[in-house]
């Protein structure tokens, strides 16, 4: 069967709507998404287990129920266990797991019709904000191969923005939807704590930190997909209000006029942002002035350093439970050599940080959620930079020489003060890459990413926006009129469209 040839004008819910108006055949869609994959991937490596032969199959058995009847798809190698294909995350340490079965999230995109064409590339374990893993080496930006996509949805980023597939999986346990999001010019939202499911296998990822998602081209799709996905999982300890409506919904309808502050300062890290990242702010606030929103600049009462260490704290612990997965999974023992340096040294972290240190952890994860909360009663939405910097180059956060000497003597003897001064050194190459997106993982908050600015040599540069706990309705509507106001959907690669 023949390829849509019109695959890349339409997003997913344009493709589903072809779908349920017998206009084109899912077979057709599938085909035009493997051509891309086929042509496209071998230069950016988003994709690195392809499913495709039981993705046509899935497809020519016509689906043409739910909100993506016969759209590609593709998950990510992180929080999406989808049955018959690898599970690594990325890293050694789990080469050989393949997933018995899919886990809730999967099976919820499947009951909305999505066709799954294969996983995509990520960081190891998910520990990075950009996607080049040893096991499977970089992926590359679609709109700048030399440079990062982001990460650790980087693959899912890349995929989407090169015209492969309408949207893709991803999950955001630092900012790892919004993050590439920016770096690729796409929308990305990360929902409010326990918007999502983690079932069967787990009641939360990342000690509450992290939720999963989507990027996408469109507003539209990112809330519909949010309508077919959300609904934690019996049991959890987030019991979350029903959206009043469906997030669809919300898509085109008037915001309002918002109170939003507005902040041209790193959340948290003291060091100035990239000129082309504050310039994004300073656009973003102007058109929302125009929209009729009343805008001021805001100084957010973060304590830093504390917020930090919690944050490591957190990371760190989550790494030392993940390599106990992987020993679970796998029946291997985890060893230095079947993970990265920087993995390794995260697990020694969470392995020396104490019950204690745990407990502090989250009480200021807590208490920073009740900082916010009180913040934002005078605020509906706080605009910042989504990332510090523009997309940067492939390799340029590789470990020196001489840090991988001193990750070496860290690992063999992680004595308290060089681990400390271990910790130190990544929490500012990590910030520098960060600043801004961590806070709402800690604080449960949701946030977007939107692409409204482009540096002159054509680079995406998104601006985040972060609502009130559960408002993910209220962020829709904003993005939506964002983009009619600026519309993004033209603006995309020379290699897509």
């Avoid at 035009?32 to 994709?47: F, Y």
């Avoid at 010019?185 to 999502?196: E, V, Y």
């Avoid at 482009?454 to 962020?475: D, H, K, N, Y």
């Amino acid at each position: 069967m023949e390829p849509f040839g019109d695959y890349e004008r339409h997003d997913a819910t344009g493709l589903a709507d072809l779908v349920r108006r017998r206009e084109v055949h899912p077979l057709e869609l599938f085909e035009a998404a493997a051509r891309r994959i086929e042509e496209r991937n071998p230069g950016l490596n988003a994709v690195v287990y392809p499913d495709l032969e039981r993705a046509r199959a899935a497809a020519a058995a016509e689906p043409r129920e739910g909100a993506f009847a016969g759209v590609p798809f593709l998950v990510k190698d992180i929080g999406a266990a989808v049955a018959g294909l690898p599970y690594t995350e990325s890293s050694h340490s789990r080469v050989g797991y393949v997933a018995p079965a899919d886990n809730e999230i999967v099976s919820r995109h499947r009951r909305a019709g999505l066709v799954i064409l294969g996983k995509t590339n990520t960081p190891e374990m998910g520990l990075a904000v950009i996607t080049e893993p040893a096991l499977h080496g970089p992926t590359r930006n679609p709109w700048d191969p030399d440079r990062t996509p982001g990460g650790s949805s980087g693959g899912s980023a890349a995929a989407v923005a090169a015209g492969m597939v309408p949207l893709a999986h991803g999950t955001d346990g630092g900012g790892s939807i919004r993050i590439p999001a920016s770096h690729c010019g796409l929308f990305g939202l990360k929902p409010t704590r326990g918007r999502s499911t983690w079932g069967p296998e787990r009641v939360e990822d990342w000690l509450g930190l992290t939720e999963q998602h989507g990027l996408s081209r469109s507003v539209r799709d990112s809330a519909r997909l949010l309508d077919a996905t959300c609904g934690a999982a019996p049991g959890i300890p987030y019991r979350l209000a029903s959206p009043s409506r469906p997030y669809a919904d919300e898509v085109g309808a008037p915001p309002g006029k918002l109170r939003i502050g507005f902040t041209r300062r790193a959340l948290l890290d003291e060091r100035p942002q990239d000129p082309e990242c504050v310039a994004a702010v300073e656009e973003a606030a102007r058109l929302c002035a125009e929209l009729g929103h009343e805008v001021a600049e805001v100084q957010l009462p973060l304590d830093i350093p504390v917020i930090v260490d919690a944050f490591v704290t957190l990371a760190g612990v989550q790494a030392a439970l993940e390599l106990g997965v992987s020993e679970q999974l796998t029946g291997r023992r985890v060893r230095p050599g079947d993970v990265e340096p920087v993995t390794w040294t995260a697990r020694l972290i969470g392995d020396k940080r104490s019950a204690a240190d745990l407990g502090r952890a989250l009480g200021i994860m807590r208490d920073l959620g009740l900082a916010m909360a009180a913040f934002m009663e005078a605020y509906d939405v706080v605009l910042t930079a989504t990332t510090a910097q523009p997309p940067w180059p492939i390799g340029q956060y590789d470990l020196t020489g001489g840090q991988r000497a001193m990750l070496g003597v860290v690992g063999r003897a992680p004595v308290g003060p060089l681990l400390g001064a271990v910790v130190k050194q990544l929490s500012g190459e990590i910030l520098a890459q960060m600043p801004n997106t961590p806070l709402c993982n800690l604080t449960g908050q949701p946030a977007m990413s939107v692409p409204l600015h482009w540096t002159p040599a054509g680079l995406p540069v998104g601006v985040q926006f972060i609502g009130r706990l559960e408002e993910e309705g209220l962020l829709f509507r904003l993005a939506s009129q964002l983009e009619a106001a600026r519309p993004w959907w033209d603006r995309r690669p020379a290699l897509a469209g």
